[in-house]
C-alpha cells in the first residue's frame, strides 16, 4: 500500500500525551484494512457474529477509538472516494495476491500449521462497501465525526493539515507525505505491540511522528523531486524502474535533478511517457479533496451503539459499556481549544 520510503525518513517517537487536544486525520481505509489484518483468531479468521458477518473492524473502531478520546485526542476518519483510473492495475493486482493468499490459507490449515495460516489470512482482508458503512454508522453513534473524500482519503487528511483544520494525518502510509501531509504520525491507532514476521515474538509500538519539511531539507530534495523519487521506485499508479529502491532513487534524482533527466541517463526499456510522469505528479500535487465537510465531536449514542454492537453483532454488553466509559472525556474535548 503505497510507497515505502520509511528507511529515508526521521522519526520522532511520541506519546498520546504529546497529543492532547489535538485533532487528528485518520486515513480510514487504511487503518480499517489494519483492523482487518490483524484482529483475528489465531488461525487467521476473523472476528465473526453469529450470522458469519465480520466483525474485525467494528472492533477495532471501537476500542482504538476509545484509547483515542481517552487521551483527549480528537480523532476524524476521512474515507476514500473512486480511485483514479491509473489505480486500476494496482487494484487487479492486490484482488490477484489475496486470491491467493486465501489458497494458501486454506492449504495451511489442511495442513496443520497456524502460524502459516495466520500470515496468509492477514493477506486476505478487503474492505468492503459494506464495512465502509458500517464502519460510518457506528462512528455516528459514538459521536465521532468522519469526511467522504472525492477522491484518496490520504490526500483529503493531508489537505486537512495544510489548511489548518488538523494537526496530523493518522496512518502507516508513507503516501500521505507524496500528497504534502505537514505532519505523519504512524502507529496511532496498532496495539501496543506487534509480533515480528514469522517469529514467536513481539516488540512494543508506538507512535511515531514525521515532519515534512525538515526531512526534505535533511534529505536535500524539494517536495516534487520526492514525488519523482516515487515514480522512480513505483507507486500505486505506476510500476517502478527494476532494480531502483529508495536509496538509489534519492542518489539519482539528487545528480540527476528530476525524473526525466534520470530516465534519460540510465536508459530503461519502456519507461513512463512525460504524459504518464505528468499525470502522476498532478495525482499528488493537486489531489481532489473538498472544503465541504465540518468537525463536530459529541457524546456517544449509548442506545445506538448498543444496538449496532450487540443486538446486531453479538458483542458482550458489558464490555461494550465498559469501553464506552472512556468516552467520558469527549464533553472536555468539545470545550478545550483544539491545537492544530
Not at 477495532?60 to 481517552?70: K, P
Not at 474515507?79 to 493486482?93: I, V, W, Y
Not at 493468499?101 to 493477506?123: F, I, N, S, T
Not at 513481539?202 to 507512535?207: A, G, L, M, S, T
Request: net charge positive; glycine share 6%.
Amino acid at each position: 500500500m503505497g510507497v515505502d520510503l520509511g528507511d529515508l525518513f526521521k522519526k520522532e517517537k511520541i506519546s498520546f500525551k504529546d497529543l492532547h487536544d489535538r485533532v487528528i486525520a485518520i486515513d480510514a481505509y487504511n487503518v480499517l484494512h489494519q483492523f482487518l489484518s490483524t484482529i483475528r483468531q489465531r488461525d487467521g479468521t476473523p472476528l465473526k457474529d453469529a450470522n458469519g458477518r465480520i466483525t474485525s473492524h467494528l472492533s477495532g473502531l471501537l476500542y482504538r477509538t476509545a484509547n483515542l478520546v481517552e487521551a483527549r485526542i480528537k480523532p476524524v476518519y476521512v474515507f476514500d472516494g473512486k480511485p483514479h483510473p491509473l489505480k486500476a492495475k494496482t487494484l487487479e493486482e492486490r484482488l490477484k495476491r489475496r486470491e491467493l493468499a486465501e489458497k494458501e490459507w486454506k492449504e495451511a490449515l489442511e495442513a496443520g500449521d497456524l502460524v502459516k495460516a495466520r500470515v496468509k489470512a492477514q493477506q486476505t482482508s478487503r474492505v468492503t462497501d459494506e464495512i465502509i458503512q458500517q464502519s460510518k454508522e457506528l462512528l455516528d453513534a459514538l459521536g465521532i465525526p468522519y469526511i467522504q473524500a472525492p477522491g484518496e482519503g490520504e490526500a483529503q487528511a493531508s489537505y486537512m493539515v495544510k489548511k489548518g483544520d488538523a494537526y496530523a494525518v493518522g496512518s502507516q502510509d508513507y503516501d500521505c507525505l507524496l500528497v504534502g501531509s505537514p505532519v505523519l504520525i504512524r502507529n496511532l491507532t496498532s496495539s501496543e505491540r506487534r509480533k515480528l514476521p514469522g517469529k514467536q515474538a513481539y516488540v512494543k509500538v508506538n507512535p511515531e511522528l514525521i515532519r515534512l519539511k525538515p526531512n526534505l531539507k535533511t534529505l536535500g530534495i524539494t517536495h516534487k523531486q520526492l514525488i519523482d523519487m516515487a515514480i522512480l521506485i513505483g507507486t500505486d499508479f505506476n510500476d517502478g524502474i527494476k532494480g531502483i529502491g529508495p536509496k538509489k532513487s534519492l542518489t539519482l534524482i539528487k545528480k540527476n535533478g528530476n525524473v526525466e533527466n534520470v530516465l534519460a541517463t540510465i536508459g530503461v526499456e519502456n519507461p513512463p511517457t512525460l504524459e504518464e510522469i505528468k499525470e502522476i505528479r498532478k495525482i499528488f500535487l493537486q489531489p481532489k479533496v473538498t472544503n465541504n465537510y465540518s468537525l463536530r465531536w459529541n457524546p456517544p449514542d449509548k442506545e445506538k451503539v448498543l444496538h449496532i454492537l450487540c443486538d446486531q453483532h453479538q458483542f458482550t454488553q458489558e464490555r461494550v459499556e465498559t469501553v464506552l466509559e472512556k468516552f467520558s472525556n469527549i464533553d472536555n474535548i468539545i470545550k478545550q481549544k483544539t491545537l492544530f
